[in-house]
């Protein structure tokens, strides 16, 4: 499989992670993990800038897939299969840009700022 037929594997899984999420038969420790990851597929700031050199599309190459394949693996697969049917074609025009997503991300990087500023004052 290139690298291009992954990326595109994962743009698919995304959308189907989502309504895994929202699935009453999706078992609760998937949901929170389902819910973390889309949360950070979606949002607009990444855990590590790209502007970062090497690192900062390490978390789009390594840590997303990662996540999504966690999530999979605790997923049920009739339920995954369905999913995946059902999220075929959903997000064509692009996925949703929602800034709530971005949330968790910014609360991270606040408490690294906040932890430096502690360390260094006192």
Same mark, same amino acid.
């Given at each position: ?13 995304? =959308? ?7 699935? $009453? +038969?999706?078992p609760? @420790?998937?949901k929170?993990?389902? /819910?973390? #990851? %889309?949360?950070y ?7 590590? =800038? ?6 900062g599309? $390490? +978390?789009?190459?390594? @840590?997303?897939?990662?996540l999504? /394949?966690? #999530? %999979? ?5 009739e ?6 049917e ?13 800034w ?5 991300? %910014? ?5 690294i700022?906040?932890?430096i ?5 006192l």
């Amino acid at each position: 499989m290139t690298l291009k037929d992954r990326a595109k594997k994962l743009k698919q899984d995304v =959308p189907a992670v989502f309504l895994a999420m929202k699935g $009453l +038969d999706t078992p609760l @420790l998937a949901k929170i993990l389902a /819910a973390v #990851t %889309v949360a950070y597929a979606l949002s607009p700031i990444n855990l590590i =800038p790209d502007f970062v050199p090497v690192l900062g599309y $390490l +978390d789009d190459v390594i @840590l997303l897939p990662a996540l999504i /394949a966690l #999530t %999979v693996k605790l997923i049920p697969k009739e339920v995954w299969g369905r999913c995946r049917e059902m999220s075929e074609n959903m997000w064509d025009n692009g996925k949703p840009k929602k800034w709530y997503f971005a949330m968790p991300i %910014v609360m991270i990087w606040l408490l690294i700022i906040w932890l430096i500023i502690k360390a260094i004052w006192l």
